[in-house]
């Protein structure tokens, strides 16, 4: 009814390769996109500064850590760490003289390589392993920025961030830094939904399926994995870099704890592992739920006096998460995108339902 | 750096070790019995904790009941996280389990802080704070029950596997499918291995707490559990012992040593350099079968 999948034709193999072979995704998309653009117009500076931007850049990060988690079936207990290898790097390459394009994507290929490193270490055993190596870099990094103090700045301490300028031109306004993350949110959607499509994506696919199949089709495990935590890592570099420069402004180690790997790991697990539009969803839940979860408990707690602690009040969004992790996990293991798939699938030929293949 | 200071700080250390072992203990059983991983286990230690104290202080149980009662809750808690959640993931990826414990232990660090509260309380086993003098060296008396206690444990442990029950668990333990045939209710198995992790991390909760108080910070136990799994191999309960002895010794000397040096938070890093240490020199560890795998 809603989406109309009757009389679509595709005759030849082009338009079957379409990212979006339906006209009526390609029209929601197109809303969507002119609603984003349009956004600093329709949105107040504060929205925009405080849910959109963290928003987009929260997706990005999602987005690496989804190649990884969904695409390739690695767990990453620290990306984290690697966002902060990222964001530490760049800030100290720009406060360096560096023009800012060239140190976002060095900063980038630090957190590449320290996050690859750890991976190789991890790649030679797997599951558990991996986890738990992946926890000790986040803790390593912790301790490694918090005790360097030519990182830090100081224990204790933060650091500021340098105006952000691109190609030359300062961006200050909260409307041009919402546009940097935009554009950088748009171009990492856009590559990751082709990722897939390519041979190293389809090499990923087969290596979650299971390894050693894949290494008896000629699909290099090790390697691949490797490129998996390469790209990855990378991506999370930048996003993190983005994040300092676009949102906090100054960094400090305590943004890059482990409960951000924690967020992270939940956005992913609650959007849908290996979906791009799921990392979209999770992270509109996971960064937008709890401080409306709080509202709700407090509202509720000034009403009928003192029903709800303090301490659940805090805990709340500690509880959400691991409430989301596990429920999704029991529940719907491929999250929220596979629900939004379900629904539009049944609407796609809505009253006729004999019509679904 | 001389000697006595060392043997003092080795020695408190390798108490102190016993202890996280304890919690390691969880772990090595419950990948032992099904080959899963369990990041849940630093919760269970700090619902240990709490429940002791909720016990001993709300209900005004004397403490060596409460500490028994609330074992005997985590161990029904452990049997029903398997029943509840683990059972519903078999034939799911390990990466899966991984993250359903993980989400199980952050939902209990919320929840059992938000409803019991978050501040620090003492719990008091009644044991004196004076430490105990061996000769010149200094040895604190709650590490050394601790510790003593959590020896007991696991040697417990280990002959465990003897008992009818134990050998069920390491028939489990090599080929779910061949116990299954001999009539070994291999789901069974299992639950009781998640019983009697919930049961070690949860004594090792409340030892610790009664050293350090009872907050949150007592499901920090799980990094350093992790790190004595790994060393010790993650499938041999003896490995736990030893590499509990060393992670302690390890985190003692090393925060005696190079804390004066660097400025503190030496003693949290130990158990991540050790974990990748270990895998990247002998990724099963000092007494781990190394692990083949079928297609």
Redesign the interface.
Known sequence: MFYRAAGIRHTDYRQTRQLWPLAADRRLLAAIAALALAAPLLLSPLALNSYLTPLLLWTSAALGLNLL?GGA???H?GYGAVMAIGAYGTVHLVRAGLPFELALLAGGLLAALIGTL?GA??L??????L???T???Q??TD?VI??VPAISGG?QASLQVPALRLLGQPVTSDAGLYFVALGACALLTVWMLNIRRTSFGRALAAIRE?D??AE?LGVSAFRYKLLAFWVSSFVGGVAGALYAFCYYKAVSPEQFHIELS?QL??TV?VGGMGSVLGCYFGAALILLAPPLLNHALAALSRQYGGLI?N??L?????????????GF??FE?LGLAKIYDNLRKSLLVWPFRHARR | MDLLLFTELAINGALVGLMYALVALGIVLV?KASGY?N?AQGAFAMAGGYLCLLLASAAGLPLWAAALLSLAVLFAGGMLVERF?LR??IG?????V???T??????????V??????TVKPLDLGIPQTPLLLGEILVNRAYLAGGGLALVLIVGAVLFFNSPLGVRMRAVSDDKIAAWAVGIRVEHVIAVAWGLAGVSAGAAGILWGSVQGVDWTLSLLL?KA?AIA?LGG?DSVPGVLAAGLVVGIAESVAAGVLDPL??G?TR??V???I??LT??VR??GLFGSE?I?R?
Do not use: C, N, W
């Not at chain 1, 805090?314 to 596990?326: D, E, F, Q």
């Not at chain 2, 799911?92 to 899966?96: A, I, R, T």
């Not at chain 2, 199980?104 to 660090?109: S, T």
């Open positions: 988690m079936g690695q767990v207990l750890f270490a991890a030679r055993v797997k599951g558990l392993y986890a738990v190596s926890l000790a870099l803790y390593l301790f918090v005790h224990s299971k050693f199949a008896i924690i790991l939940a697990i602690g301490d659940l805090t805990h709340a969004p500690l509880i959400l998460y691991g409430a989301l992790i596990v996990l029991l293991p | 990948y991983a990041l959640l519903r993931m799911q990826p390990v990466v899966m991984i993250m359903l993980l989400g199980l232990e952050i939902l209990l660090r919320g929840l802080p938000g409803l019991l509260g978050s990094l992790l790994i993650l660097i400025g938070g949290d890093v158990a991540s350099a974990i990748l895998i990247l990724p099963h692990h795998e297609v």
